[in-house]
């Protein structure tokens, strides 16, 4: 026992498990890049989506983000979680908008797994199986937008 009274993982789990904590952080960033001047930052909730720039609208950030680290099975489920991302990194940059670019799937690896079997002496049973599976995520891309009240009616999706 350790006399610090301090939790200690066992040998053979410390490095899957930062590994596992390095992907999950990773997993779930979003990014940006200023293209414009940020405001102060608004609820999620006040992030509009468009479809087309509306007139007398500023361009405040280049985003990106996908769906990867989420639990997201379904097609709409990562669709979902990409667009909550991308409002939730526009309200912090006090952006009441989004203009869609590029949403879609992206490969975010694979999962296999195997197994065999084998008589021998003489005998001539054979087994074999395997199975594999792409991971899928959703991936988007958009630009966080200031749009003035008056504009804000013309091109709003939700």
Excluded at 81 to 88: A, E, S
Excluded at 107 to 118: K, N, P, T, Y
Aim: net charge positive; glycine share 8%; proline share 4%.
């Amino acid at each position: 026992m350790d006399v610090r009274g301090e939790h200690q993982w066992p040998r053979n789990l410390r490095a899957p498990m930062c590994l596992l904590i390095l992907w999950t952080l990773a997993a779930c960033t979003t990014s940006h890049v200023m293209v414009g001047h940020p405001r102060s930052p608004i609820t999620t909730a006040q992030v509009q989506v468009y479809l087309q720039l509306p007139p007398r609208s500023e361009q405040i950030a280049l985003l990106q983000t996908s769906s990867r680290g989420s639990f997201a099975v379904s097609a709409q489920a990562r669709m979902d979680k990409v667009i909550d991302r991308l409002k939730t990194e526009a309200a912090a940059l006090g952006a009441n908008g989004i203009l869609i670019q590029s949403v879609g799937d992206q490969s975010s690896g694979s999962v296999v797994s195997g197994f065999s079997s084998a008589v021998s002496a003489g005998s001539r049973d054979r087994f074999g199986s395997g199975i594999a599976a792409n991971i899928l995520a959703t991936g988007g891309n958009a630009i966080a937008i200031y749009v003035p009240a008056d504009s804000a009616r013309e091109s709003r999706v939700n």
